[in-house]
């Protein structure tokens, strides 16, 4: 079975520049999740779907974040425009509905200098 | 207080010893509790998932749930130099798809040959 896939693996930009992230999740998981991780910290959610639908973005900065399934399958999600803070990884993960256990790609480390 | 204390180590142990990794919560609505593992440059993988107060086998791997205490260990039995890796704890209050994980920092364990 084939794992979640992320997009680029890696990326550095100037800041003010805008930047998207692409996540293909397992076939079959409805849930799809995207998490930000700081340097030596937990991972921590940015935003949950539940197909196409929003599930949960209390913690996402939409002032200058935003992301979107469209058709219920892989998702994208945007920083503009990009400030420091923001270096991390930005990990996409994926479940099954109505199960909680997730199942994590290998993420994309965004560096903005 | 955060929500999840987890010490970050880092944690440096002789193969084969016995490694034991703690978080501690303040929430005490939590009910699923998680361990992941993080090698470098990875997405976390999910090692443990446990439901509630009690004890969960696999393998060289143990976890424990103290809801009382609001403790959670994870034990790992003959380490291994492939165990070093970063342990993360992640905890939820609800299952299914509108579980919002809460992680802990995550422990960095170096397992000597």
């Known amino acids: 079975e084939a794992g979640v896939a992320q997009s680029p693996r890696y990326k550095i930009i100037e800041k003010r520049q805008s930047v998207a992230f692409w996540c293909n999740p397992i076939?079959?998981?409805?849930?799809l999740y995207w998490y930000q991780q700081i340097l030596g910290q937990g991972p921590k959610l940015l935003i949950q779907?539940?197909?196409?639908?929003?599930?949960?973005d209390s913690q996402l900065p939409k002032d200058r974040f935003s992301a979107e399934r469209l058709k219920g399958v892989d998702s994208t999600l945007k920083i503009q425009p990009a400030k420091l803070e923001d270096s991390a990884v930005y990990l996409c993960?994926?479940?099954?509905?109505?199960?909680?256990?997730?199942?994590f790609g290998p993420g994309t480390r965004l560096t903005v200098l | 207080q955060k929500e999840v204390e987890q010490d970050p180590g880092p944690l440096s142990v002789p193969e084969g010893a016995i490694v034991s990794l703690n978080c501690t919560y303040s929430?005490?609505?939590?009910?699923?509790f998680m361990w992941y593992r993080q090698y470098s440059r990875k997405g976390p993988e999910l090692l443990m998932y446990?439901?509630?107060?009690g004890n969960k086998e696999d393998g060289r791997f143990t976890a424990q749930v103290d809801k009382s205490s609001k403790y959670i260990s994870l034990f790992i039995r003959d380490s291994q130099p492939s165990d070093s890796a970063t342990y993360l704890c992640?905890?939820?209050?609800?299952?299914?798809?509108?579980?919002?994980?809460?992680f802990g920092k995550g422990t960095k364990l170096s397992v000597k040959p």
């Open positions: 446990t439901y509630s107060s």
């Open positions: 992640a905890m939820s209050s609800s299952r299914g798809s509108q579980g919002n994980l809460i």
């Open positions: 076939s079959g998981h409805a849930t």
């Open positions: 993960a994926s479940s099954l509905a109505g199960r909680g256990e997730q199942f």
């Open positions: 779907f539940q197909n196409n639908g929003v599930v949960d």
């Open positions: 929430n005490s609505a939590f009910q699923y």
